[in-house]
């Protein structure tokens, strides 16, 4: 439960793409360098996920190299501050702010190196035209009337940002082979799934937040919004000018290789095993109540209370957010703010031994998820089911108590 609340307060804390606020200094001398032409490279940097929520999905960079001047700079687009005020409401409502940072090689790669992430350069294989329009680019984004834009974990993100920047740059268009085989069946839930493993209560988190719109098929370049795919697609992608076409990258290396330490297998609690010892706990405690014809009310103000209070959250993504992958929430079904504001009605019908319809009421929608669970057009983390199976052991309890009290 305590890692419950935790996930689901930073919202997914989602997240996902991002590092540290770092302090602006003066106007570096890169800033306003003048690009050299065939002694510049430029190129794109992926790093590798990390432990904690927001770096599952790794990070992306464009490299800066001009050895003629000295200069050897990582610009990046995820630059955010959790002390920024009302951070975590404005991430909920889709109106983050994050910014374009910027910073020596050695002193990025270092970060790295210190928590043993992989970091690997794809050098860019652009013309000295092009190298020129990007860093001109790169260093009108860093001004400080250009710097923050609206962040989006999925549309506009510390990935999509540098994608977008490269191909705004060259001369023809850039074109995916390997994204063009990407499975056409994939959502953004599949997506985080697939970096949310081995990391069992982020993936609850993200799943109890994530509406039907989560399940929609995406493209392949939608996929891109995570930095180790955009990196893939890199890989194969072309600059195609007419009836000339040259490979985007030229070379690729890995600066840092992973270096965490091989945990041991042993057994930690995961969502499914915390909810089904919980609702054991509750058909036990039910069972009990049933036989001594007690309502034991306490019991159903702590269930009630936190469905609702997880109801608040998802109420409140799914109708003010502005992300659009967290809208239209089935999970409602379930966890929902009635639940709350009906635990005194709910406590004084027990208490005073009396019918209470909203149990009843509780019971059939309840019973109807559970049955066509299968038949919803929105995924669910299997833990789910016996939390769901809790709140209805409960509302059956009452109902069956106040019947044998009639008796």
Known sequence: MRHYIRYTLYIIGMLLLATPAQADTATPPWANAVPQGDSTRLSLLTCGPGG????????????YEEPTQGIDVVFHYGVFDFGTPNFVLRFALGETDYRMGAERF??????????????????????NGEKDRLILLLQSNYRPENRTYRYNFFYDNCATRPR??????????????????????RSYRDIVHQYAKGHPWSRFGMDLCLGAEADRPIS????????????????SAKIVDGDESRPLVKGKAELIVDATPTEEDGWTPTPLSCSLLLFIATAAVSIYGIRRRKGLWGVDLALFAIAGLAGCVLTFLSLLSLHPAVHQ??????????????????VHCERKGKKCWYMAVNLVVLTLFILFYALIPQRFDFAVVPLALCLLARSASH?????????
């Open 52 to 63: 904690d929520i927001y770096t599952l999905f790794g990070h992306t960079a464009i490299r």
């Open 106 to 127: 050695d002193d990025f790669a270092a970060q790295y190196q210190l928590y043993g992430r992989s970091v690997w350069q794809q050098t860019l294989n652009l013309t």
């Open 164 to 185: 977008d920047k490269i191909e705004a740059c060259t001369l023809g268009r850039v074109e995916y082979p390997n994204a063009a085989q990407q499975d056409s069946t």
């Open 220 to 235: 392949a370049r939608a996929m891109m919004f995570v930095p180790l795919i955009l990196m893939d697609d890199f890989a």
């Open 329 to 346: 929430n089935w999970l409602l079904l379930v966890f929902h703010p009635l639940h709350l504001l009906l635990v005194p009605y709910i």
């Open 399 to 407: 109902l069956i108590i106040t019947a044998k009290k009639k008796e």
